[in-house]
């Protein structure tokens, strides 16, 4: 573990490799040097050479607990989703079930679909451990998707209570809430976002948009020119103010942000077309898309 500790301090996973390898040759019953191996190796992005290497630590003591993780998440890595899941399961046969035992079981069957499997090892889970904030969050996101929405909003209320600061969290409860019709909630998380300092593109977008759907129309628009002063480099934010501009009939200014946009990206059209599809009627919007076009 020390020797370990050292290289990664270091900055030298390849040393490291080499080291293991060769302490391998003299001691090929050492469990703990395979299982060290196998994590360098996916630090290396060497994901075949890695469960290899992890089924050897196995091999010789089948009741290393640390190591069924360490396969489960080299398996993740793989998308190998059922295999991952089983392979936390069989953890369990050595050690006491564990939170995050259940919590990681839960998101393979959520990346497989399985969403009945997802809810039911999730919920395990966090019975197990109230105070599992990333278990709550996944639950509520799997109860979103079932849409049992008062179930879903009172799991991701209680991510936020445990991690008040996690932007995936109150992004979540945001987006949660807007769904569920609860646009001043919503409002309030958005607000949270940005008082923390969060500059994300899809934040200034998505609050934007619902304060215009509160007919906070100036409100909205201000949020918007402020999010494309704090993300200069991102083409998105500029089509989306310029669509919101030309449904206004500002149609000199809305011209500026998409040739904006579309300079920045032009692959970026089929967004603008995709959030605005009556827009590609606009003759203007027309001359824009074809004069950059054969640029």
Not at 199 to 218: A, G, H, K
């Amino acid at each position: 573990y020390s020797v370990s500790l050292c290289y990664e301090m270091l900055n030298q996973n390849a040393k490291a490799i080499e080291f293991f390898q060769q302490h391998i040759d003299s001691e090929p019953y050492s469990e703990q040097a395979w299982y060290h191996l196998a994590i360098l190796f996916s630090k290396a992005d060497n994901l075949e050479k890695a469960n290899w290497a992890i089924d050897y630590a196995l091999l010789i003591d089948e009741e290393f607990t640390a190591a069924y993780y360490e396969k489960a998440r080299i398996l993740e890595r793989m998308e190998c989703y059922e295999e991952a899941a089983q392979t936390y399961k069989n953890s369990f046969l050595f050690d006491a079930p564990s939170a995050y035992g259940y919590y990681k079981i839960g998101c393979c069957y959520s990346e497989l679909e399985d969403l009945r499997k997802a809810k039911i090892f999730l919920t395990k889970s966090i019975k197990e451990d109230p105070g599992l904030d990333e278990a709550h969050l996944e639950l509520a996101l799997i109860l979103d998707e079932l849409n049992e929405m008062q179930e879903a909003l009172y799991h991701i209320n209680k991510a936020c209570e445990l991690d008040s600061e996690n932007p995936e969290y109150l992004l979540t409860k945001a987006e949660i809430c807007k769904r569920m019709g609860l646009l001043y909630e919503s409002s309030e998380a958005y607000t949270e976002l940005l008082e923390l300092g969060h500059t994300d593109t899809d934040i200034y977008m998505e609050y934007s948009e619902l304060l215009i759907s509160m007919d906070e129309v100036e409100q909205g628009m201000e949020l918007l020119y402020k999010g494309v002063l704090l993300n200069p480099l991102s083409a998105e934010i500029r089509l989306y103010l310029s669509g919101f501009l030309y449904l206004m009939q500002e149609e000199d200014e809305a011209s500026i942000y998409l040739k904006q946009g579309l300079k920045l990206d032009f692959k970026k059209l089929e967004y603008f077309e995709d959030l605005f599809p009556s827009l590609l009627e606009n003759e203007k919007v027309q001359f824009i898309i074809q004069s950059l076009r054969k640029k």
